[in-house]
């Protein structure tokens, strides 16, 4: 996706942003996240703010960025506080709370694991709001009915815990980019994030030693991780191939064979 820096967009934009963060004296372009086309930090008097919006034109992308918005007062706490939302210039625009931090380190041994843990934790807790897509839908074009039912539940999940949109900083850690929120078991996002240990080459057994401190996940009907299994495997080699796809559903088969 081309990124487009701030003092790149619009001065419309610039002014309707303004109207909510004051004058803006500097910007910092941020090249991370999938879902946006244009991110900064953005320098105010009140203080920093980051902002990350879509061109109007991307039904796609304010689909995202309206569900992000839709859950954000579930989330606080476990990701910041969204402070407005602006759509001017041909963009819509999104602005947080900043948050001062640097991606998880998941690699095997890292400090950061206890704190990703506790964000985890903290999200298991939330239940997803009124009008949150339910999770099993994303897999209905390749499970059978009785195991789409065994991937639906109440709980908000994120669904896209890669160290991008973990930060760690000041002694805890923050989950954000909440564009792909679904409603779930609450053991779904331990299986994601457990498979992101094992790419950031943490061996398998101690991957799933550290899912086995969520009570959720131990708790986890073997049948409805095995369909959650195969379900992301066939969707990824649609997607890429089999060929492809064969390293990353190996590490997600780790997850069926646990169970």
Excluded at 57 to 73: H, K, L, P, S, Y
Excluded at 114 to 137: H, I, K, N, T, Y
Excluded at 182 to 194: R, S
Excluded at 203 to 230: C, I, K, S, T
């Amino acid at each position: 996706m081309s990124r487009t820096g701030w003092w790149e967009l619009p001065a419309g934009v610039w002014a309707a942003v303004e109207e909510r963060t004051g004058p803006v004296a500097g910007a910092r372009d941020v090249a991370d996240g999938l879902t946006c086309s244009t991110a900064a930090v953005l320098t105010t008097a009140s203080g920093p703010v980051f902002m990350k919006g879509v061109p109007a034109g991307d039904a796609r992308g304010r689909a995202a960025q309206a569900m992000e918005a839709a859950v954000n007062a579930a989330v606080l706490g476990v990701g910041p506080r969204l402070l407005w939302r602006v759509v001017a210039g041909g963009w819509d625009l999104l602005g947080f709370e900043y948050v001062e931090g640097r991606h998880a380190d998941l690699s095997t041994g890292s400090a950061d694991l206890a704190l990703v843990a506790g964000v985890l934790r903290a999200a298991q807790a939330v239940r997803a709001p009124e009008g949150v897509p339910s999770f099993a839908d994303r897999f209905a074009e390749v499970l059978p009915p009785g195991q789409l039912e065994l991937l639906r539940g109440d709980s908000l999940l994120h669904t896209d815990t890669n160290p991008h949109n973990l930060l760690v900083g000041d002694g805890r850690a923050w989950l954000v980019d909440w564009a792909m929120p679904a409603a779930g078991p609450a053991w779904v996002d331990v299986a994601y994030t457990t498979v992101r240990l094992m790419e950031a080459d943490c061996p398998p057994g101690e991957a799933l030693e550290w899912a086995a401190q969520f009570p959720a996940w131990a708790a986890a009907d073997p049948r409805a991780v095995g369909a959650f299994v195969a379900g992301a495997c066939r969707l990824w080699e649609r997607q890429v191939g089999a060929r492809d796809a064969r390293p990353s559903n190996g590490r997600f088969t780790v997850l069926g064979m646990a169970a």
